[in-house]
């Protein structure tokens, strides 16, 4: 079913009604072994880490969404992978580098995956994570230089948590390669709804599946997708032997989070845009980032890479500099109540945070100012209620600073 639109794939790609119920929802499998008829001899399925009905569900939708062209209904060739959270998708990908390979990274990472990086596998595993502004390929280019004989890797977020850079994909894609390097982008923000890396030339995408793919607040996950059928067979491989795979329940959850993933995104997008338009004018912000703004400083790109329906899309994430500090910011945040106090992002209701003090606080101080992520810097994540009623809401928050 690879020629439905979108919005149709969302409810029917890589899904298949029940052989012997006629159940139009997958089962819920919680056992965590098969009966074998004979030493050797199964049903495809041994043991519930390595196959387990829900989660191949979950992750055949998720491989056509992203668009891996593969066949959707071989287990071991669809191209999605899901796993317990965004980090062990991360830290899975990155055991696809040998021993002191390299890493040239986003300098505007989310925390997580910079203390990942720079905390942990730089010690571990002993790799060499270079971090550059990847809005000018050159950057990359020039960091490629180091690989020698090592293995290599690309890792771009595409808009970047928080300050929501966007970067190129294709034209990062094309440097990469040139180096013989793989090319992961984080899609979590965009999601396949507005922006499908593979088809930019991406080897790898992963996605926090906690996000706008859960879209309710109520699963922890993550996955990785992929369209080359070795480089799938290399993630296989990887996935079961880590172990950190998603549980049935939550992938159930996550099977349902994308059955209305174009809805929501359509809701968040425009509502994403009336907001910082409104924002943008407002005397009390310094400025917006936003990537459907005009004033946006990669607008061009992402106008051209993130597209829903035909038509140009920024997304539902909104980055906004108060005029003042860590007092005006604090006071504002205390103060709204539509739009909830609280990390994470992608659900249905609105959120807000302050990246400095909380998603980014693990991010070094001189290294979060060198990116911008001050002491004035709000997120907003914006949900899916009525426009005028989060405008309200912010407005009152505003008049508190």
Same mark, same amino acid.
């Given at each position: 079913?690879?020629?439905?639109k979108?919005?149709?794939?969302?409810?029917? /790609?890589?899904? !298949?009604?029940?052989?012997?119920?006629?159940?139009?929802?997958?089962?819920?499998?919680?056992?965590?072994?098969?009966?074998?008829?004979? *030493?050797?001899?199964? %049903?495809g399925?041994?043991?519930?880490?390595?196959?387990?009905?829900?989660?191949?569900?979950?992750?055949?939708?998720?491989?056509?969404?992203? /668009?891996?062209?593969?066949?959707a209904?071989?287990?071991?060739?669809?191209?999605?992978?899901?796993?317990?959270?965004?980090?062990?998708?991360?830290?899975?990908a990155? !055991?696809?580098?040998?021993?002191?390979?390299?890493?040239?990274a986003?300098?505007?990472?989310?925390? /997580?995956t910079?203390?990942? +990086?720079?905390?942990? %596998?730089?010690?571990?595993?002993?790799l060499?994570?270079?971090? @550059?502004?990847?809005?000018? *390929?050159?950057?990359? !280019?020039?960091?490629l230089?180091?690989?020698g004989?090592?293995?290599?890797?690309?890792?771009?977020?595409? *808009?970047?948590?928080?300050?929501?850079?966007v970067? &190129?994909?294709?034209?990062?894609?094309?440097?990469?390669?040139?180096?013989?390097?793989?090319?992961?982008v984080?899609?979590?923000f965009?999601?396949?709804?507005?922006?499908?890396?593979?088809?930019?030339?991406a080897?790898?995408?992963?996605?926090?599946?906690?996000?706008?793919?859960?879209g309710?607040? &109520?699963?922890?996950?993550g996955?990785?997708?992929?369209?080359?059928?070795?480089?799938? $067979?290399?993630?296989?491989?990887?996935?079961?032997?880590? /172990?950190?795979v998603?549980?049935? +329940? &939550?992938?159930?959850l996550?099977?349902?989070?994308?059955?209305?993933?174009?809805?929501?995104?359509?809701?968040?997008?425009?509502?994403?845009?009336?907001?910082?338009?409104?924002l943008? $004018?407002?005397?009390?912000?310094?400025?917006?980032?936003y990537?459907?703004? *005009?004033?946006?400083?990669q607008?061009e790109?992402?106008?051209?890479?993130?597209?829903?329906a035909?038509?140009?899309?920024?997304?539902?994430?909104?980055?906004?500099?108060?005029?003042?500090?860590?007092?005006e910011? %604090?006071?504002?945040?205390?103060t709204v109540h539509?739009?909830?106090?609280?990390e994470?992002?992608?659900?249905?209701?609105?959120?807000?945070?302050?990246?400095?003090?909380?998603?980014?606080?693990?991010?070094?101080?001189?290294?979060? !100012?060198m990116?911008?992520?001050?002491?004035?810097? @709000?997120?907003l994540?914006?949900?899916?209620?009525?426009?005028?009623?989060?405008?309200?809401?912010?407005?009152?928050?505003?008049?508190?600073?």
């Open positions: 079913m690879t020629d439905l979108f919005e149709s794939l969302c409810i029917h /790609g890589g899904q !298949e009604t029940c052989a012997v119920t006629g159940a139009v929802m997958p089962a819920i499998y919680t056992s965590s072994t098969y009966a074998q008829e004979s *030493p050797g001899v199964h %049903r399925y041994e043991y519930s880490r390595s196959h387990n009905l829900t989660r191949y569900s979950f992750e055949r939708a998720l491989a056509s969404l992203e /668009g891996t062209g593969l066949d209904t071989v287990d071991a060739s669809h191209g999605g992978f899901a796993f317990s959270s965004g980090l062990a998708a991360a830290g899975t990155l !055991e696809l580098l040998d021993h002191g390979g390299l890493l040239v986003g300098d505007d990472l989310y925390g /997580g910079n203390r990942l +990086f720079s905390r942990v %596998r730089e010690r571990s595993q002993g060499r994570v270079r971090y @550059v502004d990847t809005t000018d *390929p050159a950057n990359v !280019e020039a960091a230089a180091e690989r004989d090592a293995t290599a890797m690309v890792w771009i977020e595409t *808009p970047t948590n928080p300050t929501l850079k970067s &190129d994909i294709a034209a990062i894609s094309e440097v990469a390669h040139r180096h013989g390097a793989l090319v992961v984080d899609n979590t965009a999601t396949p709804a507005l922006q499908r890396p593979l088809e930019h030339g080897d790898i995408v992963l996605h926090s599946i906690t996000k706008y793919l859960g309710h607040s &109520d699963v922890v996950g996955a990785l997708v992929a369209k080359d059928p070795d480089l799938v $067979s290399r993630i296989r491989f990887l996935q079961n032997s880590v /172990g950190s998603l549980g049935p +329940f &939550d992938a159930y996550g099977l349902r989070g994308v059955k209305t993933l174009a809805l929501r995104m359509q809701r968040h997008c425009e509502s994403a845009m009336t907001i910082a338009r409104w943008e $004018s407002h005397p009390k912000v310094e400025r917006v980032t990537p459907g703004l *005009p004033s946006h400083p607008h790109v992402a106008a051209r890479q993130m597209r829903f035909g038509e140009a899309v920024g997304g539902g994430m909104i980055t906004m500099f108060l005029k003042g500090g860590l007092d910011s %604090r006071r504002m945040l205390e539509m739009f909830t106090l609280a994470s992002l992608g659900g249905v209701e609105s959120l807000i945070e302050h990246p400095a003090i909380m998603t980014h606080a693990s991010v070094p101080p001189a290294q979060r !100012e990116l911008g992520i001050s002491d004035g810097l @709000v997120r994540s914006v949900g899916v209620e009525h426009v005028d009623d989060l405008i309200a809401d912010l407005e009152r928050g505003l008049a508190a600073v």
